[in-house]
């Protein structure tokens, strides 16, 4: 798999974790879901872009995503420096 292909697999695996927990009635959010969108946006959140194509790609969803940046005064899930460690090249 390309790094481009990896890359959107992550996210469409987040996105769609993303969807089922948004589609949930108020009230207490399944345990199962929650593990699934976390575990969905680590794996994305630590896996390092090969590409410049993919750095663009991978900023461009975190951004817009609240578990990564926050939304409605809440705070993300992951530091600053978990994000930018993420983009960094492997040691």
């Known amino acids: 798999m ?47 872009p090969a590409t410049l194509e993919g750095v663009h790609l991978k900023a461009a969803y975190l951004i817009g995503c609240f578990v990564f940046v926050g939304g409605e005064g809440g705070d993300p899930d992951f530091t600053r420096v978990q994000l930018v460690s993420g983009f960094l090249p492997p040691i």
């Open 2 to 48: 390309t790094d481009l292909a990896t890359l959107q697999a992550l996210i469409d695996a987040h996105k769609a974790a993303m969807e089922r927990y948004d589609n949930l009635p108020d009230g207490d959010v399944p345990d199962d879901i929650e593990a699934e969108m976390m575990t969905t946006a680590e794996a994305l959140c630590v896996y390092r």
